[in-house]
């Protein structure tokens, strides 16, 4: 079985994200960029199959600039075999919708035939959660949301959720779209033998165009703002202070 | 222009705070029409028709709509998308796991946790942890919504819409449900409770994760927790507040050995007013806090519940 990992290269979640002062968009420009996190952990599961002999190729793909390429190759170093590059913006500040990456990522699927695509739950950039639900529903597929445990069984996988009420189990008929919540693993650090090996990896490079895929976004953002501002508070010197505070505001 | 809200439905019963929310959310886009979808949904249809504002409450049961598999769900609401031009719910995981289906299916692209309602066409959302706030205008013919709960007040009752029966759900033969592990708690809920009591990884361990829990229950709040105490086992996934777990903001957020990374302060950093507890001063979690007491958790928490 195939897997394909789409991995999108984001702002580092260390970066404390900076709106531009004219409010037409956030600060990209320098800062530091990394594979999504929960991609890592997609990444990581995948590897994890074929490491157990459940999978056989893993293949990383991901939509965007060209510098998209870094994600790969990290991807590649963790231990994902092959990567496709879809190139659909020139500008880091454009960034692709989950509408258009999940019609380039179903004629990806097309030509692959993998099994089981793995995903991450939500980009922690545009925090749209939407886009592994949507290549599914493109595919006509099956769809298990913030796995948290993936078990492969044949021609059906069983995919625990993190819910609101806390978790779901279903079973699903493969092939078989999942996207990772933060609970299913943690990632391995690539070591410095696989990101020197990472670099002979294939690694093609297509364009949005070449899949015929319209990437024109549906949203047009009319702005961008920062958000309102808490005023500073005080400290409190004991509990009893922070007692009489709490009784004062009418707060317990 | 009318809208159709999908409503929440677990095991039969609605979540009236979480619908009555997306109520408002909604009413400035049209008329209400509520979804109730399930295998059993009848009496949360009935519970819906009383919300404020609500026009129509449409019933679909099918053991297929049970526990909200999300292809049989999204199919549903394909067949009864004509007559609509917003499709919205609240962003609960049942949603965000449905309507981006659904928008896919319908061509449009999905809004994801919107916090504001500009027009018709215009919505706000936060986006980098909620450390911007984007405007975006959608040129789709249909919209497909989830509203982030925190950002709106719940919709009253008192009303009495009319209740009609659709059909049309099949198995989509894709996906079935195996089981639910729900921990039963006479705890308030995390998304709609006024006073948050959460706990960090400073707690240190499942055992005294209690003390949290104490301080909880003699306030009549809700549990909340870091990603790092939930990683760690001290806590359930489902009581993780932040970016990419719960959104809350109740009257009052006491964060416990939690340092505020910005990941957490994003889900709870709209609560009025937040209390802070953390031994070390430097925390970034004080920037947020009304009233920050440094100090060791494990003499401050007892003494604070002792006292209130
Ligand atoms: C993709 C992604 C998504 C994430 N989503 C979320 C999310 O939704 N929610 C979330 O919370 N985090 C999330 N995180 C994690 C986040 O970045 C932080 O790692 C996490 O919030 C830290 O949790 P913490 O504050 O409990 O732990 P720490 O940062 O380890 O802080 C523990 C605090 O406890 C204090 N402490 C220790 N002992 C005591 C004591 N005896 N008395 C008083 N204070 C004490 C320490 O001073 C410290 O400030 C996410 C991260 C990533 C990468
Ligand atoms: N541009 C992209 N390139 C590759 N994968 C992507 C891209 N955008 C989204 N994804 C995948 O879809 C997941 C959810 O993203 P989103 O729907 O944008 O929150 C991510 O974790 C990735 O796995």
């Known amino acids: 079985m195939k897997v394909v990992v789409p991995v999108k290269r984001v702002i580092d979640y260390n970066v404390k994200v900076r709106v531009k002062a004219d409010g037409s968009g956030v600060d990209l420009a320098n800062v530091k960029m990394s594979m999504n996190p929960f991609d890592e952990i997609a990444v990581e599961e995948a590897i994890r199959l074929k490491e157990a002999g459940k999978a056989d190729e893993v293949v990383a793909v991901s939509i965007g600039i060209k510098q998209a390429q870094e994600t790969l190759r990290t991807a590649l170093a963790m231990g994902a075999d092959r990567a496709i590059l879809v190139v659909a913006a020139d500008d880091v500040h454009t960034d692709i919708e989950p509408l258009a990456v999940a019609k380039i990522l179903a004629k990806v699927v097309e030509e692959e035939q993998p099994g089981l695509v793995l995903c991450g739950k939500q980009a922690i950039d545009n925090d749209m959660n939407a886009t592994g639900q949507m290549l599914s529903a493109i595919l006509g597929w099956s769809q298990a949301t913030f796995a948290s445990e993936v078990g492969i069984d044949g021609d059906s996988a069983v995919v625990t959720r993190e819910v609101d009420g806390g978790l779901q189990t279903i079973k699903v008929k493969m092939p078989t779209v999942v996207s990772v919540d933060l609970r299913l693993n943690e990632p391995r650090y690539a070591s410095l033998p696989n990101i020197m090996k990472a670099k002979k990896k294939p690694l093609d490079e297509k364009t949005a165009a070449d899949y015929g895929v319209d990437v024109t976004p549906r949203l047009t953002v009319v702005k961008t703002s920062e958000p309102a501002e808490r005023a500073a508070g005080e400290m409190v010197g004991s509990v009893d202070e922070l007692v009489a505070k709490l009784k004062e505001k009418g707060a317990v | ?308």
């Open chain 2, 1 to 308: 222009m009318a809208v159709l809200l999908l409503a929440e439905v677990n095991n039969g019963e609605l979540s009236m705070d979480a619908t009555a929310k997306a109520v408002t959310a909604s009413k400035a886009l049209g008329d209400v029409t509520v979804l109730c979808a399930g295998a059993s949904a009848a009496d949360a249809a009935k519970e819906a028709a009383t919300i404020d504002g609500v026009a129509k409450v449409l019933v679909a049961e099918d053991p297929a709509l049970g526990h909200r598999l999300a292809e049989s769900t999204a199919d549903l609401i394909v067949s009864l998308a004509g007559d609509y031009d917003h499709i919205v719910a609240p962003a609960t995981t049942d949603a965000k796991n449905v309507l981006p289906r659904l928008a896919a299916l319908l061509d449009v692209m999905m809004l994801t946790d919107v916090s504001g309602v500009v027009d018709g066409d215009t919505f706000e959302r936060p986006i980098y942890a909620g450390n911007a706030i984007q405007t975006v205008k959608s040129g789709d013919a249909k919209k497909v919504v989830s509203f982030r709960t925190a950002s709106f007040d719940a919709a009253g009752t008192g009303g009495s819409a009319a209740v009609e029966t659709v059909g049309g759900a099949s198995a989509s033969g894709l996906s079935e449900w195996v089981e639910d592990k729900v921990a039963e708690s006479d705890r308030p809920e995390l998304t709609s409770a006024g006073i948050v009591v959460s706990g960090g990884r400073g707690v240190g361990s499942e055992d005294d994760f209690a003390l949290i829990e104490k301080l909880a229950d003699k306030l009549g709040a809700a549990v909340g927790a870091s990603r790092a105490a939930v990683d760690s086992g001290f806590a359930p996934n489902d009581w993780q507040v932040g970016q990419t777990g719960k959104v809350v903001a109740p009257d009052l957020y006491i964060a416990v050995g939690i340092s505020g990374a910005i990941q957490h302060l994003a889900g709870m950093k709209d609560s009025k007013i937040i209390v802070a507890i953390n031994k070390d001063e430097e925390a970034p979690i004080f920037q947020v806090a009304d009233y920050g007491l440094v100090a060791d958790l494990f003499e401050a928490v007892p003494e604070l519940t002792e006292k209130l």
